[in-house]
Structure formats: C-alpha cells, structure tokens
C-alpha cells in the first residue's frame, strides 16, 4: 500500500476504524508526525483529538538506547532491565529526565495553548501515528495511556514492519496497520510525500479538530448520537434491560437480537446500530437472557425462549411514547437471527423487517415459511458452512420478500475491513425501505 502524504494515509485508516466510532473513543496522535494522521482518524469517528506528548529517557552515554519514558501529568515509565544493565545511577536519571521533562512541558504547552488533556479515565483510546519503526515511542505511549486510565487501548498506524505486533502485542489491547510489507526497512518507504511534519502543524492539526467538533455540535455536519435510556422488560417472569436511543424524527425502530455469547453491549451491534440511527431510524439493543440464565449453555441455543423474549420486547415499545406507534424491524446476528423470524412468525407481533447478519436462520425450522416479514439474509463469502445454511433456509422462505445478500472477503463475524459497513449499508437499505410511515407489518 502507498500513501500520497500523512492526511491520505489517515483517512485510509480512518476507515479501518470506524467500527470504534461506538465506543466514544478519544483519538491521541504522537507528534508530530502522528498528528496529520489522528486529525483524520478523530474526523472520521467525530471522536475528540489531543496529542500524547511522549519523551524518551535515553542512557546517558547511548542517547538512542531508552531506559523509560516520560509523560504529562507525571506519568514515569521506567524499563529497570536496562537501568540495571546499563549501570545509570539515581543522579543520573534525574538528569536526564529534569532535562526531557522540560523539553515534554514545553512541547505540551506549545501544542495545547496551556489547555488541560483530555481525560482518559474509562474511555477507549486510538493512539496514531504515521507509522511503526522500532515502536519504542509507541510502546512507551500505550503505557503512558493506560497509566492515565484509559480502558482500553488501540495502537493504530498506517504502516509497520511485519513482527510488529510481536514486539507491541503487549502494550495495546488491539493493533491496527494497513500494511506490513514483507521488505519494510523505514516508514518513510510507503509515502510519496513524507516532509517532516512541523509544531505549527501539529497546532493546525489540533485547531482544526476542535473546530469539526464545534461545528457538528453547533448542527453543521453529521447530527449527534441520540442518548441511550434504559427500558426494562417484563419477559416469563424475567426482567430485561435494554438500550433504547430514538433520533429526532425518527421513522421506525429496529430491535437487536444478539446471537450466542454476547450481549446487548456487542460493539458489531453497536456499531451498525449509531449507523442505523444516523439513517433517522431508533434502535432497542437489550439482553435476551438475564445473567444467571445465560450460565445455563442450552439457553443460549433455545430459539423459542429467545423468540418469546424478542416478541415480549417488541409489544413493549408499543408502551413507548415516542416510538410507540412506529413500524418495528429486527436484526438478528447468529443464533439471534433464527429468534427474530420465529417471532415474526408469531400472530399479532407486528414485526414488519427482518435482517440477519452471519445467521442461523435454519434454526427456525418449520416457522420460516410462515414468515411474511420481508427478510434480508446477509453472509460472509468466507463463511461457507452458514452461506449454504442460509441458502437453504431462504428457499423455505415462501411468504414473504427475501434477499440473500453475500459480503465477499468476510468470516462470520465480519471483522475484515470494510465488511461490517458493508452490512450496515444492506441493513440501513432494507430497513430503511420498509420501515416506513405507513408501513403494514407482517
């Protein structure tokens, strides 16, 4: 892969990672060169940007040798291995870091204009830079992140060297690169245009994030995330909890039913659900099962408890006062999606569109062709085992609209780029179509 310059590389990684945009993550590039990167990445995800000023701690006498690392707010990272081998003294260490903590003060207040960092406590954190040489910044930044309590960290560049995630695979919960070429001997190889990247740019960079937040704030760009509030769910004697977050305007809802081993906080429902609710549609992710019943293995696999449960869920927005008379659809992932067309069988639930993303519609069975809800079965090319399970199941769709729709390069749980925004367009289509005002459900 080759990049026409920094912002070029950044928006090719910006689309890697639009997935996380769910999360609320907050965006750190390493200036300066990160910068240009992670200023494209925060557009993208409308996620906060900040620079994570970072200064290495050299060996005295071997400068390029680190023995730790430095950050803001007092943040000290020390690799005693090699204070140790290297025989630095205490007065020694406090030489050298007196010196690049100065150096650290005076590049944060440049950068930031004296305002405080953005808080990273709890938050999911995508550290970006331009790429990944012998990583030892990059190492000593995901530290530093984790150190200032962030919950997560993802260590996201455009290019490294193959046995990067060898050597990094420690530090960051997730490593994202979009290229490791095989002859990777300097970051600078995968650039046309790889000038070094200046303090006024690295300001720039920062400016000009602020100002695309401020704008989409101020309703200049794409609207805001609708706010989530819980709903609870009489359902056989269980209470549920659900997530239900309604846009302004909206014109149907749609409900999540997660497949086996996930939950209502899945970030692949998550993710495709913000892209549904930016289409003006609500969105119900709730938990099928209560946590003691999902011990139980065989309630997991139970398709008409899970059906019941969905239908109970469905019946409850109609209790609702903004989304009450709206047109209902269902998304299913997994054993999830075999839940929603058994309910969409059922008399009276009102289910009105169906899609289901790397399901198990054959676990069904016999109900499938008395579904009447027009359905969208969406399968990875690479899943051969549920591409034919779905195709056999789409033939006992006898009463009803149905497509199979099929995602080329993608494994059942749609990880591989550009895939889960494959089926957050199909599903955004379908639902889109026939969940309108007006629309009879089936």
């Known amino acids: 892969m080759y990049f026409i310059d920094r912002s070029d590389a950044g928006r090719k990684l910006a689309e890697r990672l639009t997935r996380l945009g769910t999360e609320a993550p907050v965006v ?30 050299g060996v005295p006498f071997q400068p390029e040798l680190g023995m730790g690392a430095i950050g803001e707010e007092g943040v000290r990272v020390v690799n005693d291995e090699v204070v140790r081998a ?33 808080r990273l406590a709890g938050r999911t954190v995508i550290v970006v830079d331009d790429g990944i040489a012998t990583g030892s910044t990059a190492q000593a930044a995901c530290r530093i992140a984790r150190e200032r309590g962030a919950a997560r960290v993802v260590l996201a560049v455009p290019v490294a ?154 019946r409850r927005l109609a209790d609702e006062p903004d989304v009450g008379g709206l047109p209902v659809g269902c998304f299913g992932a997994s054993t999830g999606a075999a839940a929603a067309l058994w309910a969409a069988a059922e008399p009276g639930t009102r289910i009105a569109a169906v899609v289901s993303r790397g399901g198990r519609p054959d676990l069904a069975g016999a109900r499938l062709s008395e579904v009447t809800a027009p359905t969208l079965l969406v399968v990875g090319g690479w899943d051969e085992l549920v591409l034919e399970l779905n195709r056999r199941a789409q033939a006992q769709l006898v009463s009803c609209e149905n497509r199979l729709e099929v995602v080329p390069g993608a494994t059942h749980l749609f990880e591989e780029p550009g895939t889960l925004e494959a089926v957050a367009r199909l599903a955004r289509q379908w639902f889109t179509d026939h969940l309108a005002p007006g629309t009879s459900p089936g």
């Open 161 to 314: 060297p193959p046995d990067w995630t060898v050597r990094l695979g420690p530090y960051a919960d997730d490593l994202v690169a979009l290229d490791t070429p095989a002859n990777f001997f300097a970051v600078g190889q995968a650039y046309a245009d790889f000038e070094q990247t200046t303090d006024e740019e690295v300001v720039d960079c920062l400016r000009r994030a602020a100002e695309a937040r401020a704008g989409r704030a101020d309703g200049d760009g794409p609207p805001p995330a609708p706010a989530e509030r819980e709903v609870r769910i009489p359902s056989g004697g269980a209470v549920l909890v659900g997530d239900l977050a309604v846009p302004a305007g909206a014109t149907g809802t749609v409900v999540f039913a997660h497949g086996s081993g996930s939950s209502r906080r899945s970030p692949r429902n998550r993710w495709v659900a913000a892209e549904l609710n930016r289409a003006g549609l609500a969105t119900l992710l709730f938990d099928l099962l209560t946590e003691d019943e999902a011990l139980e293995r065989t309630n997991v696999f139970d398709t008409a408890l899970l059906a019941g449960r969905l239908a109970d869920a469905v």
């Open 28 to 57: 750190l590039g390493l200036p300066r060169g990160g910068l240009p990167v992670a200023v494209e990445v925060a557009t993208r995800l409308h996620a906060p940007l900040d620079v994570i000023v970072v200064r290495k701690l």
């Open 86 to 118: 290297a025989g630095v003294t205490p007065r020694e260490m406090e030489t050298v870091e007196r010196r690049e903590r100065a150096e650290l003060d005076r590049r944060a207040h440049r950068y930031r204009g004296g305002r405080p960092p953005v």
